[in-house]
T-cell receptor, first 114, second 113 residues
Framework: AQSVAQPEDQVNVAEGNPLTVKCTYSVSGNPYLFWYVQYPNRGLQFLLKYITGDNLVKGSYGFEAEFNKSQTSFHLKKPSALVSDSALYFC????????????FGAGTILRVKS | DVKVTQSSRYLVKRTGEKVFLECVQD?????MFWYRQDPGLGLRLIYF???????EKGDIPEGYSVSREKKERFSLILESASTNQTSMYLCASSLGRLNTEAFFGQGTRLTVV
């Protein structure tokens, strides 16, 4: 079965420190991978995606993500967290064999404290 | 700018009512999706459509149906609303290619009483 796991319900980090939000996936074949962010009472906003090529992908708002095929992971990172980064983050996978469907993880709440 | 618009932000309906949630996109996207978001469960796919009048069931289609008569509009229908359908509903659209991201509406928070 196609699935995405975000092992942490919540991540706490101090402002200015680096942050990592973890994501692992389980699909057959090569996946397309995405990160989205959701602010309170809003829809999801696209942050970045991995399609092919360079394993380090850069996205919006200074975020980046590292694709690791051997560990089937796609962790979201930022070198220096801002209080305004506090939000709910979703990892998603679109397996090539799964047609157009996007499969989402359960989400991780990121809290950045000043 | 890309835009997906859901007709209501908040909706309160009674048990047994037929409920329509409307979604319109202005990007000429082939794919449209309806998700349900519940705390701790992430987003679960209810239905998606890859073309006009075409639809496929997602992971939790029971109790729901959809309609796509025009490319820009995708409607989610709750045939007979129940309290366990109280949730946040998110509509999204994307191009037909697998490597493209989806764009989301602002969500409709539905409460069934």
């Amino acid at each position: 079965a196609q699935s995405v796991a975000q092992p942490e319900d919540q991540v706490n980090v101090a402002e200015g420190n680096p942050l990592t939000v973890k994501c692992t996936y389980s699909v057959s074949g090569n996946p397309y991978l995405f990160w989205y962010v959701q602010y309170p009472n809003r829809g999801l906003q696209f942050l970045l995606k991995y399609i092919t090529g360079d394993n380090l992908v850069k996205g919006s708002y200074g975020f980046e993500a590292e694709f690791n095929k051997s560990q089937t992971s796609f962790h979201l990172k930022k070198p220096s967290a801002l209080v305004s980064d506090s939000a709910l983050y979703f990892c998603a996978v679109r397996p090539m064999e799964y047609g157009n469907k996007l499969v989402f993880g359960a989400g991780t709440i990121l809290r950045v404290k000043s | 700018d890309v835009k997906v618009t859901q007709s209501s932000r908040y909706l309160v309906k009674r048990t047994g009512e037929k409920v329509f949630l409307e979604c319109v996109q202005d990007m000429d996207h082939e794919n449209m999706f309806w998700y349900r978001q519940d705390p701790g469960l992430g987003l679960r796919l209810i239905y998606f459509s890859y073309d006009v009048k075409m639809k496929e069931k997602g992971d939790i289609p029971e109790g729901y149906s959809v309609s796509r008569e025009k490319k820009e509009r995708f409607s989610l229908i709750l045939e007979s609303a129940s309290t366990n359908q109280t949730s946040m509903y998110l509509c999204a659209s994307s191009l037909g290619r697998l490597n493209t991201e989806a764009f989301f509406g602002q969500g409709t928070r539905l409460t069934v009483v």
